[in-house]
């Protein structure tokens, strides 16, 4: 079993930032793919970023590139998403998942494909 806790989201004015945390446990940590996704009010949950297991390769959505950075500290079983210019329309729970699958792609989107899930972090942009 893995546990992924968030942190880091809170109440946000529009072009402010805030730093999103994933918290994972196990020692394997580094051979997990994990990603960050959300779910607006109203709206089914969404593809946010990715990062493989050695965090050189990453994907985002596109109305994130240029303003989202996700990266990991393997050292700390962590997973962060950098979140600049911040815009009303990023007001979401956020939650990171874990991919513990042997596989030939570095990246994944798809949520089915990540079998663990964090509690969510509530992110509100203020206009």
């Known amino acids: 079993q893995v546990q992924l806790v968030e942190s880091g989201g809170g109440l946000v004015q529009t072009g402010g930032s805030l730093r999103l945390s994933c918290a994972a446990s196990?020692?394997?940590?580094?051979?997990?793919?994990m990603g960050w996704f959300r779910q607006a009010p109203g709206k089914e949950r969404e593809f946010v970023a990715a990062?493989?297991?050695?965090?050189?390769?990453?994907d985002y959505t596109e109305s994130v590139k240029g303003r989202f950075t996700i990266s990991r500290d393997n050292a700390k079983n962590t997973v962060y998403l950098q979140m600049n210019s911040l815009k009303p329309e990023d007001t979401a729970v956020y939650y990171c998942a874990a991919d513990l699958k042997s596989s030939i792609y570095a990246i994944v989107r798809a949520q089915v494909e990540y079998a663990y899930w964090g509690q969510g972090t509530q992110v509100t942009v203020s206009s």
């Open positions: 990062i493989s297991r050695s965090g050189a390769s990453t």
């Open positions: 196990g020692r394997t940590f580094s051979s997990y793919r």
